[in-house]
């Protein structure tokens, strides 16, 4: 049996979750969000407030899910709540962003400028070289920080691109470097 999946999850007062026979509504101060859950996982309510993820039947399949139906379920609870947020940071002269309504412009060394139009539920915020992404459901705000920093990802030789706010970009030394130990 999973580890994670036997964790009960805690729902706050101002969340409220409903429960159909296939599928799970979490509603929040930031908004609602609604998942289909498998046959093999069934999910319950205690008397304290707190919701519980059990396996119907114990098989290979509803072992492998337990866990991470657990963990979606109490990112639902936290989005609805609080919210999810990436940060991403513009590395290089002359980068730039802009956001205005729901349409991120970035100018970052091509020739004409990206724009990225952000689904429902998706923010963007603008700071001089940083780009935050906001969200309730965790999966797009992931998915949407990924295409974004795809678009022009971290170079190896001076650092520029895109990149996570908290990733660390491994410098590669560069040929004038290699050169400099030889003899003439």
Same mark, same amino acid.
């Given at each position: 049996?999973?580890?994670?999946?036997?964790?009960?999850?805690?729902?706050?007062?101002?969340?409220? @979750? &409903? %429960?159909?026979?296939?599928?799970?509504?979490?509603?929040?101060?930031?908004?609602? %969000?609604?998942?289909?859950?498998?046959? @093999?996982?069934?999910?319950?309510?205690?008397?304290?407030?707190?919701?519980?993820?059990?396996?119907?039947? *114990?098989?290979?399949?509803?072992?492998?899910?337990?866990?991470?139906?657990? &963990?979606?379920?109490?990112?639902?609870?936290?989005? @609805?709540?609080?919210?999810? *947020?990436?940060?991403?940071?513009?590395?290089?002269?002359?980068?730039?962003?802009?956001? $205005?309504?729901?349409? %991120?412009?970035?100018?970052?060394?091509? $020739?004409?400028?990206?724009?990225?139009?952000?689904?429902?539920?998706?923010?963007?915020?603008?700071?001089?070289?940083?780009?935050?992404?906001?969200?309730?459901?965790?999966?797009?705000?992931?998915?949407?920080?990924?295409?974004?920093?795809?678009?022009?990802?971290?170079?190896?030789?001076?650092?520029?691109?895109?990149?996570?706010?908290?990733?660390?970009?491994?410098?590669? &030394?560069?040929?004038?470097?290699?050169?400099?130990?030889?003899?003439?």
């Amino acid at each position: 049996m999973s580890r994670i999946g036997k964790l009960l999850i805690k729902v706050p007062n101002t969340v409220t @979750v &409903a %429960l159909t026979d296939e599928n799970i509504i979490i509603t929040g101060p930031k908004g609602t %969000l609604t998942r289909k859950l498998p046959r @093999v996982i069934s999910v319950t309510k205690t008397e304290e407030g707190l919701l519980k993820v059990s396996v119907k039947k *114990s098989t290979n399949e509803s072992k492998k899910i337990h866990g991470t139906e657990r &963990a979606l379920i109490a990112n639902m609870v936290a989005g @609805v709540s609080v919210g999810w *947020s990436k940060t991403l940071e513009m590395v290089g002269s002359g980068y730039r962003g802009e956001s $205005s309504g729901d349409t %991120l412009t970035l100018s970052i060394g091509y $020739s004409h400028p990206i724009k990225i139009v952000a689904p429902a539920g998706i923010t963007f915020k603008v700071e001089k070289t940083d780009i935050t992404i906001d969200g309730i459901d965790k999966e797009l705000v992931g998915q949407i920080a990924a295409e974004i920093r795809a678009i022009r990802p971290p170079e190896p030789y001076k650092g520029k691109g895109i990149k996570y706010k908290d990733e660390v970009v491994r410098r590669k &030394a560069g040929k004038a470097a290699k050169t400099a130990g030889a003899p003439a």
